[in-house]
């Protein structure tokens, strides 16, 4: 796989090219910042870019700008967000926006090269990754919602899984049920959140979610 990234830390930037060429993808381009981003996209032609949310000048949202003006230009690249802390309103941002495949995870993630590695590959594949800490943020401000509110506690249980990006097969494993109990479940969860059920189906309940947060309402 062909992967452009975009981080202004050094040794955390050498670290993910290491780890990415070990695992045999193609790292194309490494910048420390935004400046010429869209063009070395442009050139290099990437199948996935990984930003860190805070760049240089500012380190505030640089980067995360940069992700959502890609999504614009360019919906069907897949992005992986970078960061420090959990930033629930950059991740509802780029939740929201249109387009394809979409991680978001916190940087201590890429200490686990197993755990990173699958994210990237699912990413890559069309899921949309989003880092657990993220997700129990946005679900623990919906709590008493009245969208949420309809959901067992299973049933929550499940959202949260689903929302991480996590298929049906290792939801069950999670939580040592049959994969047609979580079938039945996820089908509930839709039902009870007012959406049609397909492929994409975490894309959907976070997309959900990220309208409740921006909101401040139920469906």
Known sequence: MRILICEDSVLLREGIVRLLEDAGHDVV?????????????????????????RLPPTFTDEGIRAALRLRAARPELPLLVLSQ?????????????????????????VADVAEFLDSVARIARGATVLDPEVVAQLLSRQARSSTMARLTDRERQVLALLAE???????????????????????????????????RGNRRVLAALAHIENNGHGL
């Open 29 to 53: 381009a490494a910048l420390p910042d935004t400046d010429g981003l869209d063009e070395c996209i442009a050139e290099s032609l990437p199948d996935l870019c990984i930003l860190d949310v």
């Open 85 to 109: 802390y959990v930033e629930e309103r950059y991740a509802s941002e780029l939740i929201a926006a249109q387009g394809g495949a979409l991680g978001y995870l916190l940087k201590d993630r």
């Open 165 to 199: 990006g996590k298929s049906n097969q290792a939801i069950a494993g999670v939580l040592f049920l049959s994969e047609a109990s979580i079938e039945k479940h996820i089908t509930a969860i839709f039902q009870k959140l007012g959406l049609e059920a397909d492929e």
